[in-house]
């Protein structure tokens, strides 16, 4: 069954315990994604990379992923929103998600729930169930407060994998504006040094506090945005080599081969070559 309300103002919430049939929620790169396994199991292919979600796993996914279900076995349900229904960079003060459950890299969060947390996504899904039946003014806004609900329940269950306490707050606020930064200037902008001096920090203080809290060291993440960035360019566009160098903001083709063979241990024609669909 799937559940659609689309704003006048093109904002979508979609649910749906049919992601496998519906090849438009999968190839449409406006929304951003939740997926949750209720029994059985998933395969998906995020990217280029195989992931296996388990029962009362769930995984959030940005707008610029590529997702492909491999194989589907019991039930799963699966929560797509956009920008316009409920943006989460202007609205990061109500739900603290950005940069730590949305972010543009290969590899996505993936959530353990317990049963206790099963049961607290199960009672927000019920609720938005309930009110897409309802047909007054109200509605878009109920449904809204209803998504920022589950975007919070879901940050605070990632936050516990972390075991990020009040304690390290300054240190997870200064690790999600690291990662956004990234996000926003990864292309322009490859030095720690860079987002350091953003940041009012010195290179050193942000690696010493993010291996403090067991945090991937800051040139990692700027490495990995970059590498991910490249390898969507790779499989999911007809651009060349040269092309792609220019558009991540290397000067010459030879510096984005000797990086790109470096962190993924392939070269640029051996990976195209091994994961590009036909």
């Keep these: 069954m799937e559940y659609a309300c689309i704003t006048p103002l093109q904002g979508s919430l979609i649910i749906t ?9 999968l190839q449409n790169k ?24 388990a ?12 997702i492909r279900i491999s194989r589907i076995s019991g039930r799963s349900i699966s929560i797509f929103f956009n920008s316009n229904f409920y943006c989460i960079f202007k609205s990061d003060n109500e739900v603290s998600c950005n940069g ?39 509605k878009e806004e109920m449904l809204r407060l209803h998504l920022k609900r589950f975007i919070i329940a879901c940050t605070r269950m990632a936050r516990n994998k972390y075991a990020i306490e009040p304690g390290n707050e300054s240190a997870f606020y200064l690790f999600r504006k690291f990662v956004i930064l990234v996000d ?13 001096q953003l940041l009012n920090r010195s290179p050193k203080t942000l690696a010493n506090l993010f291996s403090l809290y067991k945090l991937p ?17 790779l499989l999911y566009s007809n651009m060349n080599a040269k092309e792609i160098a220019h558009i991540l903001g290397f000067e010459e083709i030879s510096s984005f081969s000797r990086f790109f063979k470096r962190i993924s ?4 024609t051996e990976f195209r070559n091994l994961y590009r669909e036909r």
Excluded: C
């Design 55 to 66: 029962k009362n796993q769930v995984i959030p996914l940005s707008n610029i992923h590529h």
């Design 100 to 138: 730590f459950l949305f972010a543009g890299y290969s590899h996505p969060l993936l959530m353990q729930l317990t049963d206790i947390q099963a049961l607290a996504l199960e009672r927000i899904v019920s609720d938005i169930q309930l009110e897409y039946k309802e047909d007054d003014s109200l």
């Design 217 to 233: 060291a800051p040139l990692k993440i700027i490495q990995e945005r970059i590498e991910a960035e490249a390898k969507r360019l």
């Design 17 to 25: 315990d049919d992601l496998h049939k519906s090849k438009s929620l």
């Design 265 to 268: 241990g392939k070269t640029i």
């Design 184 to 196: 926003e200037n990864f292309k322009e902008m490859k030095k720690v040094g860079d987002y350091a």
């Design 30 to 53: 406006d929304l951003y994604k939740f997926i949750w396994v209720l029994e059985g199991s998933l395969d998906l292919t995020i990217d280029h990379m195989g992931v296996h979600l």
